[in-house]
């Protein structure tokens, strides 16, 4: 299986914001961004570029794509779905990677980040409506009930990530039960309520060319 080796912090750097890919760290000094807030490399503190429209386009989908911690050929496929779906591409596109069980298990706080949220569910530690699924693409719907499995809920990682979350709510179309280890997903997640800060029309621009 193909997996994306390059380093969480360069990611941030290349797309000049802090994409918390790195959990807590991100929070504190130690974060690549407070200390080295350009971009990566040996001239990237010197490097003038001048952008082009594709050249925006294609930032937008890479952080994107990185944030969610997805392949090229998966988020071309998933884009193609949004596309062929009824409503705005954009946002049904957004809807799709929001709805992966391993971004809700980082939503609902059983993790600090989703490369974490991914090993927990690969590693069989999520059950989706009282079946292990041990996928991490799989895309939960209305009415789904994610719960951290019994024999896994003493994991120090979880109760780690909830202790560094306290006080975040989960966002508005999920539902937490923190004293279950449990979350119900209670409607597709309208834009709104998706706090990823990328211009999605920006990617199907990209896309459409």
């Given at each position: 299986?193909?997996?994306?080796?390059?380093?969480?912090?360069?990611?941030?750097?290349r797309a000049s914001m802090k994409l918390f890919l790195k959990g807590a760290r991100c929070y504190t000094d130690k974060c690549a961004m407070e200390r080295r807030a350009y971009a990566p490399g040996e001239h990237g503190k010197s490097r003038r570029i001048k952008e082009t429209n594709y050249g925006v386009q294609l930032r937008e989908k890479q952080k994107a794509r990185r944030m969610y911690g997805i392949l090229e050929r998966q988020f071309r496929n998933y884009f193609e779905k949004a596309a062929e779906s009824k409503g705005v591409t954009g946002e049904v596109l957004l809807q799709m990677l929001e709805r992966r069980l391993d971004n809700v298990t980082f939503r609902l706080g059983f993790a600090v980040n989703r490369n974490q949220a991914r090993q927990l569910v690969r590693h069989g530690h999520i059950t989706v409506n009282g079946r292990k699924v041990d996928i991490p693409s799989f895309l939960v719907k209305p009415g789904d009930e994610v719960v951290v499995r019994e024999k896994s809920r003493k994991l120090t990682l979880i109760a780690n990530s909830l202790e560094a979350r306290k006080g975040q709510t989960a966002p508005a179309w999920l539902e937490l039960s923190p004293e279950r280890l449990a979350g119900r997903v209670l409607s597709i997640p309208t834009r709104e309520s998706i706090p990823t800060p990328v211009n999605e029309q920006l990617i199907v621009e990209l896309y459409s060319k």
């Open positions: 299986m193909a997996v994306d080796q390059d380093a969480r912090c360069r990611r941030c750097r």
